[in-house]
Each structure stands twice: as C-alpha cells, then as structure tokens.
C-alpha cells in the first residue's frame, strides 16, 4: 500500500501530467493569435512526454512502445480505461481502439483507425502464414490419410438443432455465390452454439490469400474469431472432392462430432 507522502507524489505527478498536456492542447490552437513559435509548442509537448515518463511504470513503458504509443498517449488510454470503455469494453480492447474510440478530432480518429487496419492486415497474415505451415505439416507427417474417413459419412441428413458445444462445423464456399452468403449469415448466427467454424474457399487460386482476405472482409468476419481459432479461413485445397468423392456441390455443410461427420441441411438452420 502506497504510503501518504507516495501517494501524494503519484497525484501530483497526474496533475502536473494533465496541466501540461491542457496548456500544449491550448497552445497549439492558438499559434496564430498569440504569436507562440511552433518550438516552444514542441518545448511544451516534450514536457509533458516527459512527465508522462515519470508517472509510468517500467513495465508499463515497455507495454507503450510494443504498441507503438508514447507515453502520453498509454496515460491517456490508462485513464479512458477508469471510465466508461473499461466499464462495458472487454478487457482485451486494444489501446489503439480505446484512443480511437475517444478520439478528439477526425484526423486523430482517422491516424488510430489505420493503424489498428495495419495491425490486423499484419495479423491476419501470420495466421494465414501459419495455416499454411499446419496443413504443410499435416501432409508430411500424415501423406497417406484423408483427413476425414469418407466411409463414415452418414447417408442421411442431421439437423442442425442437434448442435452440441463441442461440436466443429466444415463450410464449404466459394466467392460470388449468393447462396452461399445466405448460409453463411445463417452460420454466423450459432458460433456460440459450436466449438468453431472451418470454411473451406474452393475455386480459388491455389495460395491467393489476398481473396481469402477480401471475401472475410466481406462478409464481415470479426478478426477476433480468427484469432481465437473460432473461425478459420482455409484454401480448399481438394479437401471438399476428397470429402464427397467428387460429387458434392458448393455450398455444403458438414458437421464434426468427435470421429463422426454428418452433412447438415441449410433448411435447418
């Protein structure tokens, strides 16, 4: 527990932080009127980074520069986060999407907003990257067995009411099908009811992750499910031929229980 001196040095650390920010803000509107040089503007800034410095901790300052914000900026998400954001965000909100959300002007909401897509494009990436290497390595270690035993496949269809949490679903797809949008609405709708969903893209180009990029934004794919492994976006890479004897027809829904596969009806859902 903080002792009365320290924590009246915290509080005055936090006001001279906040006074000095106040007078930087207000300085620079007013360079014009007041005829205040634009170095002793930035003489005014770099004390209030300064000070900022002094308030945080080490390990916070650390977590600052992973994220790339100075040490204003991580104060400034610090103290938003004692508000209202932190009482009805999750806990996993980003800075950048906290000091986007309370921007103070266009252009500052238009700077965080770019470089959360800058994040997320580099993200997305590496779990692509990543797939990449996982179904690689499935290949090799595994080169002479299907994926799923095809002779298991129940003949008749399941309804999808019968969904367990346990439960994976296989979605197969494909760019510019309307019916497969409509099924993928309909899909989104029982993430929660799953363990996950697995779409497969077929007719594309093998390796073009830039389409499988443009058809989740289309279809508004919340980038943290793909994170978490809720979702996941996969080149069919023959697994949907593989899995109907090459009789199947795009779109189709498969559902995994344990060793179990069974085609689900898209009236079901």
């Avoid at 007013?30 to 900022?52: H, P, R, Y």
């Avoid at 909100?93 to 959360?116: F, M, N």
Wanted: with cysteine; net charge neutral; charged share 25%.
């Amino acid at each position: 527990m903080l002792s009365a001196a320290a924590g009246a040095r915290v509080r005055m650390s936090s006001r001279l932080l906040f006074i000095a920010v106040m007078i930087a803000l207000a300085v620079s509107g007013s360079v014009g009127a007041a005829g205040t040089s634009n170095t002793e503007v930035k003489e005014i800034v770099s004390d209030a980074s300064v000070i900022a410095e002094s308030v945080l901790s080490s390990a916070e300052l650390a977590r600052a520069q992973l994220w790339d914000l100075s040490a204003v900026e991580w104060h400034r998400y610090q103290q938003l986060m004692q508000g209202i954001r932190g009482s009805i965000s999750p806990s996993t909100i980003s800075p950048i999407e906290v000091l986007g959300i309370h921007a103070r002007d266009d252009a500052e909401r238009r700077q965080y907003a770019e470089d959360w897509v800058r994040l997320m494009r580099e993200d997305v990436d590496r779990i692509l990257a990543f797939q990449h290497a996982y179904d690689a390595a499935g290949k090799r270690l595994y080169p002479n067995e299907l994926m799923i035993d095809i002779d298991r496949l129940p003949g008749k269809h399941e309804p999808a009411d019968a969904f367990q949490s346990t439960d994976r679903i296989l979605f197969f797809s494909r760019p510019n099908c309307p019916d497969c949008d409509a099924l993928m609405i309909k899909l989104l709708t029982r993430i929660d009811a799953v363990s996950g969903i697995d779409i497969f893209l077929t007719a594309l180009a093998p390796g073009d992750d830039a389409a499988v990029r443009a058809w989740a934004s289309t279809h508004e794919i919340n980038p943290e499910w793909v994170r978490s492994r809720r979702i996941t976006l996969n080149h069919d890479a023959g697994t949907f031929d593989k899995l109907t004897g090459g009789q199947g027809k795009v779109p189709i829904i498969l559902r995994r229980r344990g060793e179990k596969l069974s085609q689900v009806r898209g009236s079901a859902l």
